[in-house]
């Protein structure tokens, strides 16, 4: 109604009567409908309702037949648990039961292997009474006496069969121990076997293993004696002779891995899984007194010992004292290197074998938990802990100095021998001391000891970037001779004489080229050792085959040494270029490029038509330039060249922006200028393969300025309008540069917006 | 490129026995290993702490004592930014080895390298030298002087946290890689060469 009497004027009108009528005749309507869904549902709710009612007593029904279940259920379940509790007490009968027939069954077999133990005996049937014994062993005597006690109340016959027994079996165990020693002395394998296999049957597991292994050991040494006797007495001429105690040394190793390989089936058939350990101890101490002997024996052929010290005290005195007489040659050391190497390598491949094999053995043998983390502590304790091991790191410190002074000694030697060949821009030495460096890390490596190779690596680095950096820097400050018009007639001279084979060349000709040599030498070592760092990356982990992750960050870490010397040499090639910009290029180029100011750059028509026809400042400059370049172009390795000109485009830039600031030019001389940049650019873009535009930057920019038809233009190229351009001159440098051009006006430069 | 703004190496020498590998393990691993065997040549390890926002690469190598060694850890000494030398403070003799230690320092690491003398296991009741005797020795040496307990975690964060700080600062007032002839450079990145008046720097 609110529609309606909000606006009480409609009433006033037919129109507005006639609206609301059909609006009230609407909303009849609509109720109407309402009301007669309603009712359609009335019938069926009536429906439902009856359905109701019907199934009402049926609930009473399932509640009661739900009750009785639950009981039923109930009951089943005490049943259950009755008949279970019965079961448990039948099975708890049963196992007596079973016990009982077991110890029936012991009773009996007691009386028969008292028996038996004896006939055995007496018939030397050591397996039988051992079995006899064993199955003796493995009874409860002391329940037994006990059911013999209940049953018969009388325990006399077991208590003299166990005494019987017991003394069968220590007799056995005498027997046994005697008969296997004597089988060992007579060398009778087959009954050394035998033997070896009764003992577990006895209880004697320990003793047997001690035995055993003692045996194995006479035999290693007895193997190993023989062997170190054939290495003394080989002939120097052998082709052997030089690894020969290595060999030695390996067939050791290679020995006891063989009775490992051979014996481990019969110890873990006959003695279980897990005992390893202790043969592979007892091996061990036989493996320290074998090696022991082999490397004395080394040490002493090899004077060894003698070498250590005598290069001792020569790095100690740090080389001052010595005469060069008593100094060792490096090369004699070579081979000596060489088998050091191989006999750690043989060793660590070797503690390798035994720790895997012994691992592998206790965790099929050894439940994992506190006792096998205790044998494997054991394991490690044992190996690390063993004399070869110490004898092995003695070894290995040995070569890593022996390593080094030949590495420091021959690169010496390199250096000395120094010598520059035709066509060559490096010298000799480059190569050579390369070539040195890789060959001991190289053979560090054949050591198969990380530590060894990361060592000679440090040491590598260490002389790579103070000794080796300094040769080169020591040639580089004796500086490059200047006198420059002299440059072209002594390089001709220089090179007549380099093709003729002789280096005859005057003082400062000769001076001249092994500066430049070493400062390509720097150039070519930073190159190498680059190759050095990426090859070894890889040829270490190949060599060394198995490194953990730990290892390789190690590995790369000491290689990451290499990158220092490559910025040493750096700086070096920084150190000699600088001397030839300050001695060479600025003294040359300033000149030339002053003449600049002698070329006037207010030109009329005429005299731009005449200019641009010889470009007399800029063509001239080029061809000093190339002048200059062209004495270093044949002598320098590519990137020093580039370097070389890349040092010449700035000095050019540098001291060319100078000079333009001090001259006038007019909108011709502007447009003179932009040519001559350009020819600059395009003459020392073609000399080398380096970028040089971006050094012409700002005098490109200057010659745009310079060019301009009105100081407005400038908005052409400014801010917005820049486009890719990115502008190297201030607001106020551009504003100096339009003061050159004598017909810009000084107010309209002032009024630019910048 | 890992994500660090500094990169030291730091060098753990001293007798066998004094606690090296156990100072390391608790800094990097925070635990203190039962009855681990000797070390054996040299162990490699890095952890990566924070000062001022600044992201720290510590490589630690952690040096075997015996002599037998030497002439591996002999070649850590010259790369080495700091290098902790360490004695144990309830063991005499670890302490009268300590001349011997700074004569191989002489001789091999760089004339710049940061040095720290620790006395280790102070969690002991039985100190046999007392604490101002090596500060003493420290500061006659002009080493820096930090006594601690692996064991019982006592200054060890502080001691490597500090290390790490010193060795920032220096990098940051471009005092740490000089290289002049005598002594080898200890980092490669900025070099400078001190010869001839003409400098260069490398980065
Ligand atoms: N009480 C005590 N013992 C320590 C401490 N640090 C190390 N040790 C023990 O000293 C022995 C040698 O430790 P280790 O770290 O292997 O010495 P390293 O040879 O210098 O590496 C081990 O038995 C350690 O448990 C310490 O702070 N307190
Ligand atoms: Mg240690």
Not at chain 1, 139 to 146: A, F, I, R, S, V
Not at chain 1, 236 to 241: G, H, I, V
Not at chain 1, 344 to 354: D, G, K, N, Q, T
Not at chain 1, 688 to 698: G, H, L, V, Y
């Amino acid at each position: 109604m609110a529609s309606l009497g909000k606006n009480e004027d409609v009433l006033c009108t037919s129109d507005g009567i006639e609206s609301v009528y059909n609006k009230l005749v609407a909303q009849e309507e609509e109720i109407n409908n309402g009301l007669e869904t309603l009712l359609s549902r009335q019938c069926h709710l009536e429906a439902k309702l009856r359905g109701i009612t019907k199934v009402l007593p049926n609930l009473q029904i399932v509640h009661s037949d739900a009750q009785q279940l639950a009981e039923m259920i109930t009951f089943t379940s005490t049943l259950a648990e009755n008949v279970s509790s019965k079961v448990r007490q039948l099975d708890i009968a049963r196992s007596r039961v079973s016990e009982c027939q077991q110890r029936v069954h012991d009773l009996l077999d007691l009386q028969l292997c008292s028996d038996g133990v004896q006939t055995a005996l007496r018939n030397e049937d050591f397996e039988k009474a051992a079995a006899h014994v064993h199955r003796f062993l493995s009874m409860d005597q002391h329940l037994l006496k006990q059911t013999a006690d209940d049953v018969a109340e009388d325990c006399t016959s077991v208590t003299n069969s166990f005494s019987l027994l017991h003394e069968a079996a220590t007799q056995l165990g005498a027997v046994v121990t005697q008969k296997f020693d004597e089988a060992v002395h007579a060398d009778d394998l087959a009954s050394v076997e035998r033997f070896f296999k009764i003992f577990p049957l006895l209880g004697m597991q320990d003793e047997g293993l001690v035995r055993f292994s003692s045996y194995l050991c006479s035999k290693l040494k007895d193997t190993a004696l023989k062997n170190l006797r054939l290495a003394l007495e080989t002939n120097t001429s052998d082709k052997r002779a030089n690894v020969i105690y290595a060999d030695t040394i390996t067939l050791l190793f290679e020995g006891i891995a063989r009775v490992i390989e051979i014996h481990q089936p019969l110890i873990e058939t006959y003695y279980g899984p897990g005992r390893l350990l202790t043969v592979a101890s007892y091996l061990q101490r036989e493996c320290d007194r074998q090696s022991k002997r082999i490397l004395a024996e080394f040490s002493k052929c090899r004077h060894l010992e003698k070498i250590v010290q005598q290069v001792n005290e020569y790095m100690r005195t740090n080389n001052v004292y010595s005469k060069p007489t008593d100094k060792l040659d490096p090369k004699e050391l070579d081979l000596l290197l060489g088998e050091l190497t191989i006999m750690h390598s043989r060793a660590e491949l070797y503690v390798r074998f035994i720790r895997r094999r012994v691992m592998n053995d206790l965790e099929i043998g050894v439940p994992s938990g506190d006792t096998r983390t205790a044998l494997v502590s054991e394991l490690e304790a044992m190996l690390n802990g063993s004399e070869l091991c110490h004898r092995m790191q003695e070894l290995l410190s040995s070569y890593l100095l022996l390593e080094r002074y030949f590495m420091e000694e021959s690169v010496k030697k390199a250096v000395v021998m120094d010598s520059v060949e035709e066509g060559s821009h490096t010298s000799s030495m480059v190569d050579d001391v390369f070539f040195i460096v890789r060959k001991c890390i190289r053979r560090a490596g054949t050591s198969s000891s990380l530590d060894g190779v990361c060592a000679v690596i440090n040491n590598a680095c260490a002389l790579l970037e103070t000794d080796f950096c300094e040769v080169l820097r020591r040639q580089l400050r004796q500086g490059y001779p200047s006198g420059y018009l002299d440059l072209t007639q002594a390089y001709s001279v220089l090179h007549t004489s380099i093709q003729q084979g002789r280096l005859q060349a005057s003082d400062s000709e000769q001076a001249r080229l092994m500066f430049l040599t070493y400062l390509n030498n720097a150039d070519a070592s930073t190159e190498y050792t680059d190759t050095l760092r990426r090859s070894l990356m890889d040829e270490v982990p190949s060599v060394l085959t198995t490194m953990s992750e730990n290892e390789r960050v190690k590995l790369e870490s000491c290689l990451s040494g290499l990158g220092s010397v490559a910025a040493s040499l750096k700086a070096v090639i920084d150190y000699g270029m600088e001397q030839l910009r300050v001695i060479v290029i600025k003294p040359r180029v300033n000149p030339w490029v002053d003449t600049f100011l002698s070329v006037s750059h207010q030109l009329s028509e005429e005299d731009f038509a005449n200019y641009e026809a010889n470009e007399p400042f800029v063509q001239n400059l080029i061809m000093n330039l190339d002048g200059l370049l062209g004495l270093f172009r044949g002598s320098l390795t590519t990137s020093n060249y580039d370097t070389l000109v890349s040092i010449l485009t700035a000095e050019v830039t540098a001291h060319l922006e100078k000079v333009v600031i001090k001259s006038t030019f007019n909108r011709l001389g502007g447009l003179v200028f932009d040519k001559e940049v350009r020819a600059l650019v395009s003459y020392l873009t073609s000399t080398t393969s380096w970028s040089i535009r971006d050094k012409f930057a700002r005098l490109t920019q200057m010659a745009t300025v310079l060019n301009l038809e009105r100081v407005t233009e400038i908005s052409d190229y400014w801010g917005s309008n820049s486009g890719p351009l990115t502008w190297r001159l201030t607001p106020a440098d551009i504003r100096q540069v339009m003061t050159l051009r004598t017909d810009f006006r000084s107010d309209d430069i002032k009024r630019l917006k910048l | 490129m890992e994500d660090y703004k500094f990169l030291f190496k730091v060098v753990l020498v001293g007798n066998a026995g004094v606690g090296k590998t156990c100072l390391v393990r608790r800094f990097t691993q925070g635990l203190f290993p039962p009855g681990q065997g000797a070390t054996i040549g040299v162990d490699f390890m890095i952890k990566t702490v924070e000062i001022d926002n600044e992201k720290i690469k510590l490589q630690i190598w952690d040096t075997a004592g015996q002599e037998r060694f030497r002439s591996i850890t002999q070649s850590y000494y010259r790369s080495a930014h700091a290098l902790i030398l360490v004695y144990d403070i309830s063991c005499q003799p670890t302490f009268d080895c300590l001349p011997d230690w700074l004569r191989e320092i002489e001789e091999y690491a760089s004339s710049k390298v940061l040095r720290v003398l620790v006395g280790n296991k102070i969690d002991r009741e039985d100190r046999e030298i007392p604490a101002h005797v090596g500060e003493d020795f420290a500061q006659r040496h002009s080493m820096y002087y930090l006594e601690t307990s692996a064991k019982e975690a006592e200054n060890v964060e502080r001691l490597f946290m500090e290390i790490a700080a010193e060795l920032m600062e220096q990098a940051r007032s471009k005092e740490l890689p000089r290289y002049d002839s005598n002594s080898p450079t200890i980092n490669g990145r900025t070099t400078v060469i001190g010869d001839g008046g003409c400098c260069s720097r490398m980065s």
